[in-house]
Each structure stands twice: as C-alpha cells, then as structure tokens.
C-alpha cells in the first residue's frame, strides 16, 4: 500500500485552491489556436484565459497583475486522454500489478508479494498479464496459461486476473469452483461475444474472453466505497503529475457517477472528465435525455460506450479473415449490424453520442455502417481504437463525420506481435493514424489507460517516432510497420489537446488556449516541437495547472 499512500501525498501537497489571476511571460506558448499558433504570454483571469500575446502586450493590457517569468520554458494547453479509463486506474492501486510481468514465475512472484499485504481479503485480484511477453513455446506461439499454473502456489484462495487488454481474465481453480464449479462451466455454451478456453477434453482451463469473464468475475468481491474513494485519490494524483487535465471516461456507471460528483462537491476532483455510459442499461436510463453539462467545470455526461468485438492480443478482435497465426478464429463480434442500428438508434434518441470500441476490421465495417444508417455527422459518433481496417473503410471516417479515437502506444506495445496476428497485407491498415488524417478524418488520441501507461508524452512520442522508447539497440523495426503512418508533431499535439476536446463535445471551453476558454494549461521541461526524437523520450511536466489552479508542481520561476 506504499503506492497509494505516496500518491495520497501528492495530492494534499498540490490541493485545489481557489482560481487565481496572473500573468504568465516570456513563455514559448503553443496555443493550438489557429488564430494565434505561437505566443509569449497570456493573462488569466478567475480562472479563463483572457489575452494571449506578446509580453509586453499582456503585461500592458493587465499591469496590477502577479507575473510569473517563465524564462523559455514551453506551454502547451492542458493535456486531454480521449479514451482512458479513471476508475480502471485507481482499482489498479487495489490490486496486484503484472504489467511487464516476463513469465508465468514473474506472475507468481509478485501475486505472493501482494497476498502478504492483504492476508485479510478473501479473493486475490492483479491485472496487467500478456502471455505475448513471455518466452515463446517450442512452436514458437504464445498461448494462454492455464489454471494449473496458479493453483500449485494458491490451491485454496480464489485468483483472479484481468489481462493488460481487460478483455480476458485467467482464474485458478479455487475461483472457478466460487463461480459453481469446473462442471457447470464446462456446460456453458460459449457465444458469439465469448469465450472459454478449454482443454482436449473440453474443460475450462481458467482462461475466459471478453463476455465470458463474467462467470468467475461476477464473483469477485467489490471494493467497498472508502477503498474506492482512496484509490481514486491516488488516480488522480497521478493524472495531475502526468500534465491530464481532461479524460474521457470509458463505460461508467451510477456508482462512479455519484462518487465523481461528491468528489466535485468537496473540491477534490482535480480533473475534467467527459463521462461515457457502459452501454445501455440502468445508467443509460437514469440519464437518457438528462445530460451533465459540465457540473462545476469538473464533469460531462452526455455519451455512451458500446463495446463491438475484442481485443486482438487476445484474438477476440472480429477479423474479416481469420487470424493469420490461428485459422480457426476470427474474433468475436458481439451484434450484427441489425443490433447495432437498434442501439445507434436508442442513444441517438436519448441525445447521447456513441462511442463505440471497435479493434478489428470486421468490427469496424459493421459499426460503420451502423453509423451511416442512423447517424448524421453533427452526432460526433466515434469508433474507439480502430486498430484495424481495410483502406477503403479508413477513408470513411472522413465521409461519415465520425471521429477516429484511436491510441498510439497500442501500436508500439503491438509491435512484436500485430505482424504475426494479421499478416504483411492487413497490417497496412492498421494503427493508420496518418491515412485518417490524409482523407480529411479527425483524430483523437489517448491511451486506453490502464491498458497502456496513463502518460500522454509516452503517447506523444509513439505517435511521432512510432517505435517502443525502449527498442533493444541494433534491433530493426520489421519492414511492414508501416512509418509513413506517423504523426507530425503538430498533429500529435492537436489530437491529445483540441481535436480530444471537439471529440468529446467541449472544444468551446477547453483544448487550446485561447481568450475566454478555462485556463488549462502545462508546463514542460522542453520544447516537444523542436527536440529530438531521442530528447522527447526525457519530456516531462513541470506544472500542471487547472483553470488557473496548479494541481502539480508550482508556477514560481
């Protein structure tokens, strides 16, 4: 409980206070305003950005006014996560951490070092496993770990753990016998939107995609509401260091709604979030032509999030062709286009925008065309990742007016295994931030996290230079990865501040600075337009600041 007890800290240190009036100068401000790109100075004033100049200008224009000398350093706007997912990350400090796990020991080594820490709890949760980062079989594939390789070190306290994608969960046998049993799960007809793994004999291994993670995971305890709100408080702690003052939040529900709100009551939401429904259900109704409109500047609800098929680590993307390292599978794709076209239909009719997780080319062709049949480009319909897609459906978005929320580090994580997944021909489509952009498409960048690391510069830098910061020396990127797709600067810059904000429907208050707009803004420690593409590795935030609040570090110079 370390982690969160230091994250705890921080957030004290750099409590919200109320909205201050000052001058920032002799800056390298990066506006992403079209109106004025570059600028020295700005003036902020109860929290709003109200001139945006020269120097001399602003200082002119507003004399009484503390100034803050930035001596060159860079400004950029607030930074803005358009598909994360908040309350993800904070139950990531409620469980065992196995991101970069090398190996099944790896996995069991950490599990016992959190089980020492929580002898109490009855269940023991960990997410961030990928078997595609441990050493290969002797054919060498990758495949799934089974329930016998955590049973030997935990017979008898039920495990459960959530794959780095979310879209797959590996259980011992002690969990599965908490969720009815090895025969009655053996009897569970697997479905077009899930799956188990099983033995030759038919018997669940302990692997389960996508839907079919609920019959152990509907069994695992929840977190009570003090472990919840301590947790957030360590999420968004870190959301502040990394320079995020917006995220758009993925698949809420009533809980997380009313927890953000008290949080927003008591003055202890240091963030902007554009919140986006699980799907339809109870929190859909609840809000169906009842939109949160910015409650205290803190929180948008006005979308819902649908989830089309898989994860194509787990294979579970729906693929138009079969997987060119698994012939017998295509993926899942969870409805048809009918289905869909219904679901468009209801939120369109409740006045919520979709946002709709697409990873495959199947997938993303089936919610395509869904959108065209129910939707109009003032909609702002997204399809979120879309990893994979033919060239032709590519060039939809533009045509639709759908937005491409997509993540550049799951290209980067992808890298050693996406060839291998979808062959020299399809892997053109994939991941194709720049053919979006060519044929007129908006483009929103994030980082899906906790899939991926909540850093919006690890993202910044995959985008531009599209190759892992940690590539081994000498080691060459394969031929087909396709480095025409890379993002220049300016564009990357764009897709995590203004086009983030237009996808979720704030661009008017957030996204650039620009007078009038909340006075969002972050410090770096160097200028991400005119540093190297080595140098942009060691970019940082210096200060956060929101509406005119820093939130992380300090504004004296």
Not at 237 to 266: C, P, S
Request: hydrophobic content about 45%; some cysteine.
């Amino acid at each position: 409980m370390r982690r969160l007890a230091v994250f705890f800290a921080a957030l004290l240190a750099a409590a919200p206070v109320a909205a201050q009036s000052f001058v920032v100068a002799n800056a390298r401000v990066h506006t992403v305003d079209d109106a004025r790109p570059e600028a020295q100075a700005f003036a902020v004033v109860d929290g709003h950005f109200a001139i945006v100049g020269t120097t001399d200008a602003v200082r002119r224009a507003y004399p009484n006014l503390p100034v803050h000398d930035l001596r060159g350093a860079t400004v950029v706007p607030g930074l803005i996560d358009a598909h994360g997912h908040l309350m993800g990350l904070a139950q990531t400090f409620l469980s065992a951490d196995l991101v970069g796990t090398t190996s099944k020991a790896d996995v069991i080594a950490r599990l016992h070092a959190f089980a020492a820490t929580r002898p109490e709890a009855p269940w023991i949760v960990g997410r961030g496993w990928d078997q595609n980062d441990w050493p290969a079989a002797a054919d060498g594939s990758h495949p799934f770990p089974t329930r016998a390789d955590l049973d030997a070190a935990f017979p008898d306290r039920p495990v459960y753990l959530t794959r780095i994608d979310g879209h797959a969960a590996w259980a011992n046998t002690a969990a599965l016998r908490a969720a009815g049993g090895l025969d009655r799960l053996a009897r569970v007809a697997d479905t077009d939107a899930g799956r188990q793994e099983r033995d030759a004999q038919g018997v669940p291994t302990g692997v389960m995609v996508d839907e079919a993670m609920a019959l152990v995971g509907q069994h695992v305890p929840e977190p009570s509401d003090d472990d919840l709100d301590r947790a957030l408080t360590a999420a968004l702690a870190q959301t502040a260091r990394l320079g995020l003052t917006g995220v758009h939040d993925m698949g809420v529900d009533l809980r997380t709604v009313d927890l953000y709100r008290r949080r927003i009551a008591a003055g202890t939401f240091p963030l902007r979030v554009a919140a986006y429904i699980g799907g339809r259900g109870a929190t859909f109704d609840r809000f169906c032509n009842r939109p949160i409109l910015g409650e205290d500047g803190r929180l948008w609800l006005r979308g819902v999030k649908f989830y089309a098929d898989g994860a194509l680590g787990s294979r579970g993307a729906a693929l138009l062709a079969p997987y060119t390292d698994a012939h017998d599978q295509s993926g899942l794709l969870f409805q048809d286009e009918a289905a869909w076209r219904r679901d468009f239909g209801a939120a369109k009719a409740c006045g919520y925008q979709s946002a709709t997780h697409a990873i495959g080319d199947r997938a993303g062709r089936v919610v395509l065309d869904a959108y065209a049949a129910v939707g109009r480009r003032a909609d702002r319909n997204r399809v979120e990742h879309a990893q994979v897609l033919t060239m032709p459906d590519l060039r939809r978005f533009a045509r639709l007016g759908v937005i491409a929320s997509m993540q550049p580090t799951h290209a980067t994580s992808d890298l050693p295994w996406a060839d291998q997944r979808l062959g020299p021909v399809r892997i053109a489509g994939a991941y194709a931030w720049q053919t979006v952009r060519r044929s007129g498409g908006r483009l929103a960048l994030g980082s899906d996290f906790p899939v991926e690391h909540p850093d919006p510069l690890r993202g910044f830098y995959a985008a531009i230079v599209r190759r892992p910061p940690d590539l081994p020396a000498g080691q060459q990127m394969p031929a087909t990865w396709h480095l025409e797709q890379r993002l220049s600067r300016a564009q990357t810059l764009r897709g995590f501040t203004l086009d983030a904000a237009y996808a979720g429907q704030m661009e008017d208050v957030v996204g650039s600075i620009a007078p009038g707009k909340l006075a969002d803004f972050v410090v770096l420690s160097a200028d991400p337009m005119t540093a190297s593409d080595e140098a942009l590795k060691d970019l940082r935030v210096t200060t956060t600041v929101l509406g005119g609040t820093p939130i992380y570090g300090t504004m004296a110079r």
